[in-house]
């Protein structure tokens, strides 16, 4: 099982630059979140997509978008990149809400400058 | 709103010592609890996942247990090795929302 699966593992980007990252679910679920954790702090919820749409929001601005696939996979894109978006970006898959745990990725390390 | 705690924030021990991670949320009405484990730089492992219906859960030298109505959860980890350094996270998941909600996490260094 090859569990959940994002790329890049880094990347360096330029402020005002836009982002795209991906993250393949674990088989068997459907259901992808995405967080964003800076040095230090606990993970932070960005959003959560299941059955292609967007189900829940956390408190991030509209240049944080996302997608996700018909085959459950999903993106997230970050516009206008600022400094202050540096950070391990974190995607977790569940089945459905998540009533069973969720199991997360290596997460991608952006770096803003 | 939802708060959850971790204490300590950072813990240096022996090896061969067994220790305790408190997690505390402000909020009862959660579905579920969950402990996780993260390597520098790295993403989170799932350790334990208990139920709110559940008191405690075990896997091999890890025990989680959960006091629902006082909002307190404690990570027993026994005869602590150098291999369980890292930070550990704990994260709930409320009935009324599909977000986890992380702790800042505990920092684990177990000395030779």
């Known amino acids: 099982d090859a569990g959940v699966t994002q790329s890049p593992t880094h990347l360096i980007k330029t402020r005002g630059q836009q982002v795209t990252l991906r993250c393949s679910p674990k088989?068997?679920?459907?259901?992808v979140s995405w967080y964003q954790q800076a040095l230090g702090q606990g993970p932070q919820f960005i959003f959560q997509?299941?059955?292609?749409?967007?189900?829940q929001r956390g408190n991030f601005p509209d240049r944080f978008s996302g997608h996700q696939f018909p085959n459950y996979s999903s993106e997230l894109n970050v516009n206008a990149l600022l400094l202050g978006d540096s950070a391990l970006y974190l995607c977790?898959?569940?089945?459905?809400?998540?009533?069973?745990?969720?199991?997360f990725g290596s997460g991608t390390r952006l770096t803003v400058v | 709103k939802q708060e959850v705690t971790q204490i300590p924030a950072a813990l240096s021990v022996p090896e061969g010592e067994n220790l305790v991670l408190n997690c505390s949320f402000t909020?009862?009405?959660?579905?579920?609890l969950q402990w996780f484990r993260q390597d520098p730089g790295k993403g989170l492992t799932s350790l334990l996942l208990?139920?709110?219906?559940?008191r405690e859960q075990t896997s091999g030298r890890l025990n989680a247990s959960l006091d629902k109505s006082s909002g307190r959860s404690t990570l027993y980890i026994a005869a602590s090795q150098p291999g369980d350094s890292a930070t550990y996270l704990c994260?709930?998941?409320?009935?009324?929302?599909?977000?986890?909600?992380f702790g800042s996490g505990t920092r684990l260094l177990v000395r030779p």
């Open positions: 909020d009862s009405a959660i579905y579920n």
């Open positions: 208990i139920q709110s219906s559940q």
């Open positions: 994260a709930v998941l409320m009935d009324s929302s599909y977000k986890l909600i």
């Open positions: 977790a898959s569940s089945l459905d809400r998540g009533l069973g745990g969720y199991t």
């Open positions: 088989s068997g679920h459907d259901t």
């Open positions: 997509y299941y059955e292609e749409e967007e189900r």
